[in-house]
C-alpha cells in the first residue's frame, strides 16, 4: 500500500508570494491533516479536511487555506508568503477524522523556503 | 489550550545503553501516540496507548501510559544508532486536535 505523498518536496518561494502544496493520502483514507513545522514553535495543526469539509482548524492566519477533492487528495495554499512561513509542512491521513484514538500516517513533508 | 512536554529536550546515549523520555500533559489525555521522526523528514508512527496503564512494545521501545499522571514514558532497551533522531509525542485534546510534544532529539554514539 503505497503511503502519503507530498509535492513538491522543497520548494523557494520569495515574500509577497503565493504557494500551493499537495498531499495524497493514503489510499481509502478520508481524513487529510496539515501541520507547521518550525524549530521555534515545534509541529502545529493547521487543518484538517474529511469528506471535502474542513473539520478542524488551528490558530493560523487567513492567509493559510486548504482545500480537498473528491478523491481526498488535499492541497493547502499560502498566500502573500512572510519570511517566517518558511517551514517543513507536513501532512497526515487517517481514516477517520477523530483525532483521538485514530492513528494518523504522515508524508515526507514539503520544505518551503521564504526569502 | 492543552500542552504537551517533553523531556529531556535532548539526549546523548553511548550505544547499548537505555534511556526514558517523558511526555506530560497540561490536561487530561485521550489517546497518547509517539512518533520518530528523522531530522528535516515525515514522522513515523510507533505506538498509540489509549487506556490509562497501558504498555506496550514493539522491538526494543516499551511506552506507557499513566492518565492519572497525564504522563506517558517510552523506554529504549539497548539502544543502537537506529534509535537516533527526534521523538515526538501526540495527544487528542477536548477540542479533536491532534497536539504535539516539543521534541526530544536522541543521539546514539558508538
Known amino acids: 500500500k503505497a503511503g502519503v505523498t507530498q509535492t513538491p518536496r522543497y520548494l523557494i518561494k520569495t515574500r509577497g508570494q503565493q504557494v500551493t502544496l499537495s498531499c495524497s493520502p493514503i489510499s481509502g483514507h478520508r481524513s487529510v491533516s496539515w501541520y507547521q513545522q518550525t524549530p521555534g514553535q515545534g509541529l502545529q495543526f493547521l487543518f484538517e479536511y474529511f469528506s471535502e469539509t474542513q473539520r478542524n482548524k488551528g490558530n493560523f492566519p487567513g492567509r493559510f487555506s486548504g482545500r480537498q477533492f473528491s478523491n481526498s487528495r488535499s492541497e493547502m495554499n499560502v498566500s502573500t508568503l512572510e519570511l517566517g512561513d518558511s517551514a517543513l509542512y507536513l501532512c497526515?491521513?487517517?481514516?477517520?477524522?477523530?483525532?483521538?484514538?485514530?492513528?494518523?500516517?504522515f508524508g515526507p513533508g514539503t520544505r518551503l523556503t521564504v526569502l | 489550550s492543552q500542552e504537551l512536554e517533553q523531556s529531556p529536550q535532548s539526549l546523548i546515549v553511548q550505544e547499548g545503553k537505555n534511556l526514558t523520555i517523558n511526555c506530560t500533559s497540561s490536561?487530561?489525555?485521550?489517546?497518547l501516540y509517539w512518533y520518530k521522526q528523522k531530522y528535516g523528514e515525515g514522522l513515523i508512527f510507533l505506538m498509540m496507548?489509549?487506556?490509562?496503564?497501558e504498555e506496550k512494545s514493539h522491538e526494543k521501545i516499551t511506552a506507557k501510559l499513566d492518565e492519572k499522571k497525564q504522563q506517558s514514558s517510552l523506554h529504549i532497551t539497548a539502544s543502537q544508532p537506529s534509535h537516533a533522531g527526534i521523538y515526538l509525542c501526540g495527544a487528542g485534546s477536548n477540542t479533536d486536535k491532534l497536539i504535539f510534544g516539543t521534541g526530544t532529539r536522541l543521539q546514539v554514539f558508538p
Open positions: 490536561k487530561t489525555l485521550y489517546g
Open positions: 497526515a491521513s487517517s481514516l477517520s477524522s477523530r483525532a483521538t484514538y485514530n492513528e494518523q500516517f
Open positions: 496507548l489509549q487506556k490509562g496503564g
